[in-house]
């Protein structure tokens, strides 16, 4: 199977900047798809952004100009620059990718990292 481990969430004020990482590790592997979603308290989880592997991008409304999402395939990474943050992009962040592993395909998910911005 595969394994998610996410980086690089934490505390910042409104109108800064952080950067997560997500990587990938386990045998015999492919990634398609990778993504970050996140869920604040009391709400669902939703998606932030997505990005295949030939580099075509997705990204929610609401984080659009703000968030750039990029990937390193050699090294199964994926990474959420977040810039001009905002106190409502308080959440957690989960990594999620999209695998083949021999026969299975699957969903994998990383533990989620907090990402707080205060007022």
């Known amino acids: 199977q595969v394994q998610l481990v996410e980086s690089g969430g934490g505390l910042v004020q409104a109108g800064g900047s952080l950067r997560l990482s997500c990587a990938a590790s386990g045998s015999r592997f492919s990634i398609n798809a990778m993504g970050w979603y996140r869920q604040a308290p009391g709400k669902q989880r939703e998606l932030v952004a997505d990005?295949?592997?030939?580099?075509?991008?997705n990204y929610a409304d609401s984080v659009k100009g703000r968030f750039t999402i990029s990937r390193d395939n050699a090294k199964n990474t994926v990474y959420l620059q977040m810039n001009s943050l905002k106190p409502e992009d308080t959440a957690i962040y989960f990594c999620n990718a999209e695998f083949r592993s021999g026969f299975y395909f699957g969903p994998a998910w990383g533990q989620g990292t907090q990402v707080t911005v205060s007022s």
């Open positions: 990005i295949t592997s030939g580099g075509n991008t």
